[in-house]
């Protein structure tokens, strides 16, 4: 099933805003997550991964942010560009360990 | 220069025909993948295979079936395709089972 869950399935920023993306895992067992972004005919791209031992990382314009007490996982995009629209997915480590389960998606619309 | 390349991109097929999905990723990656992309975006994984060997069969009817010829390659057949067989079809891979995944640009099955 869907053990990875985002609660916003759309938002639309203004470009040049700040987006943040949230997502809820279920898998407390999980040492890794990885952000992907899917634009429009694509497939999933690798932005940003954390893992466990970690709380924050940061990357070109974007943020990770892991807070395994209540199993919420955040992305934020600084300075959202047009080239940002796309669908977001959180993904975690499976059960078993050996495989990456991946959230609902949240589109992310950027108005100029 | 593709990392993950998979063919065809597009197919368009009659209920009751079987039909093939080639993959192939040049990264030197260990473990691949398929993953099924419904319309609403959602990712699941079908199946993983690790150095030629099937890792993980999620649930996926036995009308699928993969075939792993060697660790860069991981093939997809598909017999008496079903109207909800439609979808877009992703192959990926990783160095190892867990880790970060690498999608393929994907395969778009219509079954009319």
């Known amino acids: 099933g869907e053990s990875v869950g985002l609660h916003l399935p759309t938002l639309s920023v203004q470009e040049g805003d700040n987006s943040i993306i949230n997502c809820a895992y279920s898998?407390?067992?999980?040492?890794?997550f990885i952000w992907y972004k899917q634009e429009s005919g694509k497939g999933p791209q690798f932005i940003i991964d954390i893992r466990s031992n970690m709380d924050k990382r940061q990357g070109q314009r974007v943020t990770v942010l892991l807070n395994k007490t209540v199993k919420h996982l955040s992305l934020q995009i600084a300075a959202t560009q047009p080239g940002d629209s796309a669908v977001y997915f959180c993904?975690?480590?499976?059960?078993?360990?050996?495989?990456?389960?991946f959230g609902a998606g949240t589109r992310l619309t950027v108005k100029p | 220069d593709t990392a993950v390349s998979q063919t065809p991109k597009y197919l368009v097929t009659q209920m009751g025909n079987d039909k093939s999905i080639k993959c192939e990723q040049n990264?030197?990656?260990?473990?691949m993948y398929w993953y099924k992309q419904d319309s609403k975006k959602f990712l699941k994984i079908m199946f993983s295979y690790n150095n030629k060997e099937l890792i993980i069969n999620e649930t996926v009817p036995n009308r699928f079936s993969p075939k792993s010829p060697d660790k860069a390659h991981l093939n997809l057949h598909i017999n008496s395709l079903e109207l909800g067989d439609s979808a877009v079809y992703f192959c990926?891979?990783?160095?190892?089972?867990?880790?970060?995944?690498?999608f393929g640009e994907g395969s778009w099955l219509t079954v009319v």
């Open positions: 993904a975690e480590k499976g059960n078993r360990g050996n495989d990456m389960r």
């Open positions: 898998n407390s067992a999980s040492d890794y």
């Open positions: 990926a891979s990783s160095q190892i089972e867990g880790g970060t995944i690498y």
């Open positions: 990264l030197g990656h260990d473990t």
